[in-house]
């Protein structure tokens, strides 16, 4: 076990979610705004591919392999750092399973609709 390599883990987690998340919100913003980066292909690619990832892990009832992995580096021994502490508690709920499986499905399905109402393309960049 390896707590730094655990901290490593948690700080990719934190940022694939606040990926996850904040594509949500700049996606239709951004469209509503005229941010022409908005509608990089690579970029909305990479974002609905991260959201497939998820809705495929709660669909099948498993835990994010992110946090498998954290866990099983961090798994057992001393008290975590603080910061690993106020991180935890922001990004694991305690919640049943089917709460995080309805929530991560019913954002893929918002991923797909903006993929439609805010298509990929072309980039006006000004």
């Not at 495929?56 to 392999?65: D, E, H, K, M, S």
């Not at 798994?75 to 750092?81: K, L």
């Not at 903006?114 to 393309?121: E, F």
Request: proline fraction near 6%; charge should be positive.
């Amino acid at each position: 076990m390896s707590p730094i390599l655990g901290q490593l883990v948690l700080a990719v987690h934190l940022l694939v979610i606040a990926f996850n998340v904040l594509g949500l919100v700049a996606i239709p913003l951004g469209a509503r705004l005229g941010w022409g980066w908005v509608r990089i292909r690579w970029w909305r690619a990479l974002h609905l591919a991260s959201w497939v990832v998820v809705a495929i892990q709660a669909a099948l009832g498993r835990a994010c392999f992110l946090t498998i992995w954290q866990d099983d580096l961090t798994g057992g021994g001393a008290e975590p750092p603080l910061i690993m502490r106020l991180v935890n508690g922001l990004i694991y709920w305690p919640l049943p399973m089917w709460v995080f499986t309805a929530l991560y499905l019913a954002l893929f399905a918002l991923v797909l609709v903006l993929w439609r109402r805010v298509p990929p393309g072309r980039a006006k960049l000004a």
